[in-house]
């Protein structure tokens, strides 16, 4: 059995060496059967501190306690619609005039209009398009030979590919070509036989 003091100071060293909890806990272990005395109470500050499972809590809510809702105030409805009213008969005037107008406050007057912009973009989606139904692929490529053979005949392959980039599709291009009677013929440019389309007449 040590003396107090001695047991002291190997606590004390131990303490300085700033060991892990477990590696301290694990020598004081191997020394227990020499550092046993009535006169010195287990070391306090070599123990782990213990874990808490939960996590500390972020709200200062007290537990149990009714959460408090946010309350979002609104404009009476008579005041908005009176904003509402006004602003559809004066569009052009600023919302200061259409308060001191409409004896509702100015931030009434601006969610109206925000109201009002919001119907206006709702409408315009829910607006079917002019052109509901599409050109039919045939007499769009009817169109697109015309403009290609008006200033006179011209190389298929040249038609073809200006087609493929205005996204007509060959099938189309043909039934276009019977539709208007185009002519094929032969030219003999540089000593090649290239076909050519010309608009009949």
């Keep these: 059995m040590l003396p107090a003091d001695v047991i002291a100071e190997i606590i004390a060293n131990l303490a300085a060496l700033n060991l892990q909890p477990s590696t301290a806990a694990t020598v004081l272990g191997a020394l227990a059967p020499l550092l046993r005395t009535a006169e010195t109470p287990p070391p306090a500050a070599l123990e782990p501190p213990p874990r808490s499972s939960r996590r500390p809590r972020a709200s200062k809510r007290p537990r149990g306690a009714p959460r408090r809702r946010k309350y979002k105030r609104h404009a009476p409805t008579e005041a908005r619609d009176r904003a509402l009213a006004a602003l559809r008969a004066n569009p052009d005037a600023t919302p200061t005039d259409i308060a001191k107008q409409t004896g509702v406050s100015r931030s009434t007057v601006v969610n109206a209009h925000k109201q009002l912009a919001k119907e206006a ?81």
């Design 121 to 201: 973009r709702n409408a315009a989606r829910r607006k079917p398009r002019e052109t509901s139904n599409p050109p039919d692929p045939r007499q769009r490529a009817q169109r697109f030979l015309r403009e290609q053979l008006e200033r006179g005949p011209k190389p298929v392959t040249t038609v073809e590919a200006a087609a493929s980039k205005a996204h007509i599709d060959t099938t189309a291009l043909e039934q276009a070509r019977a539709d208007l009677g185009v002519v094929t013929s032969r030219a003999n440019t540089g000593g090649a036989h290239a076909v050519q389309w010309s608009l009949p007449g």
